[in-house]
């Protein structure tokens, strides 16, 4: 299973370095045909979208979420940091570590 990225051009830049594919969704016709393309192919696993990204398709990303196995779709906050009563990347970590990161 492969790893995609939708995102804004600076998070998928640094993805792209890690050998990710991705896409670059700056609006919501950008973002759902991503995560069309995406969830459409055989070998995808996790797709990892911005925050931004998914806001701006909210209904699709849960429509796959809550009738789909694979992908698994992962939110990530983008360069601007979190959205408004979201947690941050370093809580994120902090959480799935269980040690404090400073």
């Known amino acids: 299973m492969k790893f995609y990225c939708i995102a804004d051009e600076d998070t998928a830049r640094g993805f792209r370095l890690a ?8 609006t919501a016709e950008e973002a759902r045909s991503a995560i069309d393309e995406m ?9 990892i979208i911005t925050e931004r990204a998914a806001a701006l ?19 990530i906050p983008g360069p601007e940091g979190p959205l408004p009563g979201r947690k941050s990347l370093r809580e994120f970590v902090e959480e799935a570590v269980g040690v404090s990161v400073c």
């Open 57 to 75: 398709i909210r209904s699709q990303v849960d429509m796959i979420r809550l009738e789909r196995d694979r992908p698994l779709i992962v939110e």
């Open 19 to 26: 050998g990710i594919s991705t896409r670059v969704a700056a």
């Open 39 to 47: 969830a459409g192919l055989p070998d995808c696993g996790v797709i």
